[in-house]
């Protein structure tokens, strides 16, 4: 049986690039250029790369990227936007609880819940953290925004969602104090025009927790910062108004 998460990425490659979430991108990768110094020669890797858009501007700044996703027609459509541009990225079919790039990429980035943390159990998301780890290099650093814990204590999940443009609606929001995952009932249709109907089950994570599995993956120096859309900044202070965190860590 298919996870939420499976069924609403099947088939909704085209409706994903329209969310207003997407539009951010060149401000991102200005981050995370800054964040490796502008090293060209630097092998990054993007978890759970959707259609590909860190990756594709990425490339179109000169890096070398490899893409993994774990929907195959998110994989094809970012393999069809890169061709189009003649753009050499390598996107690849992957889960992000079973992956392995033996210490060979210089940056690993995982950014607008790219597979963590939407994974069922707290298991599979340090599943993900630990294979970052094990695909970068020493010294290698790892970039990725998540849930932030703090958001659902002070402000309503479902107005969140639901408000700006969106492909779809969510509703009967509860968060759970005891677990931090807020289970929804998303409405969308998809590519093809079939309506979908999914009950979904997010973790949102607090700042401590963060920094404690990713110390416990291995990683060094943990920094936590707030999450602006399209403009993300070491000069933002985490509060209960992010939605979203930064984190950078090192190996």
């Known amino acids: 049986m298919k996870q939420w998460y499976e069924e609403l990425f099947q088939d ?33 890797l993007d ?3 959707g259609t590909g858009r860190h990756s594709l501007e990425l490339a179109r700044r000169g890096y070398n990227v490899t893409g993994i996703d774990l929907s195959a027609s998110m994989i094809a459509k970012a393999k069809a936007l890169a061709e189009k541009e003649n753009l050499g990225i390598e996107f690849l079919v992957r889960d992000a609880r079973d992956f392995n790039f033996n210490e060979s990429v210089d940056l ?10 939407l994974m069922e159990s ?3 998301n340090f599943s993900i953290l630990r294979n ?11 970039i990725f925004t998540t849930l932030n814990g703090l958001f659902p204590l002070f402000h309503s999940v479902k107005e969140f969602l639901n408000k700006g443009e969106s492909q779809g609606q969510s509703s009967g929001n509860t968060f759970d104090l005891m677990t931090f995952r807020d289970h ?15 009950d979904c089950n997010e973790r949102y994570y607090v700042p ?27 000069n933002d202070i985490l509060s209960t ?11």
Do not use: Q
């Not at 690993?108 to 943390?117: L, T």
């Open 12 to 44: 909704f490659a085209d409706k994903y690039d329209r969310e207003i979430f997407t539009s951010g991108t060149a401000g991102e990768v200005d981050f995370i250029e800054n964040e490796i110094a502008f090293r060209r020669d630097f092998h990054i």
């Open 47 to 49: 978890i759970g790369c």
């Open 108 to 117: 690993a980035i995982m950014i607008c819940e790219g597979a963590f943390p």
């Open 122 to 124: 707290d298991e599979m």
């Open 132 to 142: 970052a780890f094990s695909s970068l290099k020493p010294g290698g650093k790892f």
């Open 184 to 198: 929804s009932v998303y409405e969308t249709e998809d590519d093809t025009g079939n309506k979908k109907i999914l």
């Open 208 to 234: 401590s927790e963060i920094a404690w599995l990713l110390k416990s993956a291995g990683f060094r120096k943990p920094e936590i910062f707030g999450c602006k859309l399209g403009a993300f900044s070491r």
């Open 241 to 251: 108004d992010d939605f979203e965190m930064l984190v950078v860590a090192e190996k």
